[in-house]
């Protein structure tokens, strides 16, 4: 077949036309036609070209738009094909190449003519509204046309998909670029978009494109050019060859049959996901600052959305496909941890759904595979991973359903191979971890915070504790007292080598670590004996520990144990003429022992109980956290 035309010349010949002197008509199809009639999407190419064909015509295009006014009826006339869009009509490529176009042309303004976009953004649009007012609205009512593709009868189409990720790429450009960073809605493209007809909906049909986004719509044609992986663009190829290399097969891991697995895999794992995410939280964190405060329809939307998936009603989303997919999404996606802590927070129905689900490893195991390398996370991320197991572990059905959840193997587990493990103690094992890391290093307090409320919430539920997890506790808790003397000097001063963070830090560690052993004492003495065994190993840990007056009372009842264990270890070696027992033999004798233990003898407790709140005012914490994920995204190149 003859090769497709070069769709460079015509867009370069479109925007030397458009940058030129002579002003240009909406009514002149002519003009229009030469980038409508493109038949390739340009997405598909290396976004460095194009961006060389946009700088040779950006000074001229902002510098005569002043006179000609041709940019404004540029933006103009999209938004005017956007408002009568139907998906019928998209019979190629070339709507959305113009919305390409135009997110380049804004993008590049942002850098080096911010204050001339501004102008040209606040300039009037059709009914004496502004110009920004009329590109949201039209963009906002394009969207919900191409996304109900999704609706039953309606086949999607290529064309619609494309469309879909470029409106969406051009709405984020335009609100990071209006919002200053998010921060400062000056212009109100997000108030514009909160009050475009159609916002409350947007909130449902972007979470079910997020939910079933996958790179299968794609054309084999596009995946490459040149050598280069052409997803969406290229720009794209390196979140591609990421998401194919980071597959997580919950199948090897778990003891169920393969077909309750999580049903997609991250290998098949499309980029627009990441542009949906970005386009939801953005949407939902904001906060309008105009004097009469535009209220966030898109949010109250999210917040009331209920389970479809037994209905075919679509202002509903399937509870059970989203959290599934969230599972298979959350070790190669940043943003997928927000999401689901934004669903999981503001909307009641779905924390209910999630509570009640007792295969919480789909979202456990994936967290705790990111968490056990945290150091190569930011820290942002790490945060909103640790809030996420705190608001799990408030709920008892946490503990309980991960005390029932046997691992065959844990491969991202590399100190010890751990097999037939359950998830209560591989939680353990990550979070003692990142306690201990976090202490030596990242000195985190907020982190060390959440990590030590989560130990304490899922303790008191805990039977049968992991040999090697009980170790593991035991172990760091003596390195951390022993850490602590050094810390501290025998007259009370703190050593100078270390500062009131570090001694803040290892103190309250040992605390609520001492907690955590009363509440499973108290709770669930006679089905841990693995624990009861690692204390005895370290009884001279716990002796020392509860010299310290400040440990007296929290490491009464640890005493107690110990004392009664050690007493019956000790008859045991008198029987055998005072030689050492072996650990078998110390095992028997504790097996034994623990049937003849009576509870009564403890010290009455209240268990610790943890609770996340959320501050007042989150966006100004999570907007720039949204704003470091689009930066860091290739998705959406922009400085």
């Known amino acids: 077949s003859s090769p ?10 479109f925007l030397q036309i458009l940058a030129g002197t002579d002003p240009i008509e909406e009514s002149d199809d002519n003009i229009w036609n030469i980038v409508l009639s493109t038949s390739d999407p340009l997405c598909r190419f290396a976004q460095g070209r194009w961006n060389d064909v946009v700088r040779e015509n950006i000074s001229g295009l902002v510098q005569n738009s002043n006179t000609t006014r041709n940019l404004q009826t540029f933006l103009s006339w999209t938004a005017a094909r956007l408002e009568t869009l139907q998906v019928t009509m998209l019979t190629n490529h070339g709507l959305s190449n113009v919305i390409y176009l135009q997110r380049l042309c804004v993008g590049m303004m942002m850098t080096d003519y911010s204050s001339d976009l501004k102008g040209i953004l606040a300039s009037d649009g059709k009914g004496g509204s502004s110009l920004v007012d009329r590109m949201t609205a039209s963009s906002i009512t394009a969207l919900l046309e191409v996304c109900d593709q999704g609706t039953p009868g309606v086949k999607r189409s290529l064309e619609g998909d494309v469309l879909e990720m470029e409106l969406l790429k051009f709405i984020i450009t335009l609100c990071i670029f209006e919002g200053n960073g998010l921060l400062k809605d000056e212009m109100g493209v997000l108030d514009s978009c909160m009050k475009s007809p159609g916002m409350d909906k947007l909130a449902c049909v972007l979470l079910h494109r997020w939910i079933h986004a996958t790179k299968e719509t794609l054309p084999k044609a596009w995946v490459e050019e040149d050598g280069d992986i052409c997803t969406q663009e290229s720009a794209l190829s390196s979140m591609t060859k990421t998401f194919v290399s980071l597959p997580w097969q919950a199948t090897s891991m778990l003891t169920r049959a393969a077909d309750d697995a999580n049903p997609q895999d991250t290998s098949n794992l499309y980029p627009s996901s990441d542009i949906l995410c970005f386009a939801i939280l953005i949407f939902y964190y904001h906060e309008s600052s105009a004097k009469k405060a535009v209220p966030n329809v898109f949010r109250e939307s999210v917040k009331t959305i209920q389970d479809g998936s037994k209905t075919q009603d679509h202002t509903m989303i399937s509870f059970p496909m989203f959290v599934d997919t969230i599972g298979s999404r959350l070790s190669a996606s940043e943003s997928s941890a927000l999401l689901l802590y934004t669903v999981l927070q503001g909307n009641s129905s779905f924390y209910a759904y999630c509570m009640a689900r007792t295969d919480v490893d789909i979202i456990m195991v994936p967290i705790l595979q990111l968490l056990m390398d945290f150091e190569k996370r930011s820290l942002t991320h790490v945060y909103i991973l640790m809030i996420i197991m705190l608001i799990f572990s408030e709920e008892p059905s946490l503990a309980q359903n991960s005390g029932d959840i046997v691992l065959k193997s844990v491969s991202f587990y590399k100190a010890r191979q751990l097999k037939n493990i359950k998830l209560d103690s591989l939680m353990y094992l990550v979070l003692l971890h990142v306690a201990h890391y ?8 907020y982190l060390q915070t959440n990590t030590l409320a989560t130990l304490a919430n899922v303790g008191p539920a805990i039977r049968d504790l992991h040999p090697i997890a009980c170790q593991k506790l035991l172990n760091t808790l003596e390195k951390v007292n022993d850490r602590l003397d050094k810390i501290e000097n025998s007259d009370g001063t703190v050593n100078h080598s270390f500062g009131p963070l570090d001694v803040q830090l290892a103190s309250d ?39 310290k007056s400040q440990y007296r009372d929290v490491s009464e009842n640890i005493g107690r144990v110990v004392e009664y264990f050690a007493e019956r270890i000790e008859r ?18 504790i097996q034994v022992s623990i049937k003849e233990w009576r509870s009564s003898v403890l010290k009455p407790s209240v268990d610790l109980k943890f609770s996340y709140e959320e501050e007042a005012r989150n966006s100004e914490f999570f907007v720039p956290c949204i704003l470091d994920m689009i930066k860091k995204s290739p998705c959406i190149p922009i400085k």
Do not use: W
Request: net charge negative; aromatic share 4%.
């Open 4 to 13: 497709a035309p070069d769709p460079f010349s015509k867009v370069s010949e």
């Open 438 to 445: 976090n202490m030596l290093t990242t000195k985190d307090m």
């Open 509 to 547: 560690f040992v605390n609520i670590i001492l907690e955590v052993l009363n509440a499973m004492i108290v709770h669930n003495i006679s089905s841990n004996a693995n624990l009861l065994y690692s204390l005895m190993h370290k009884k001279e840990c716990i002796d020392r520990i509860r010299a």
């Open 572 to 589: 045991k070696s008198q029987a055998h003429h005072g030689s050492p027992l072996t650990s078998e033999a110390i095992q028997d004798v």
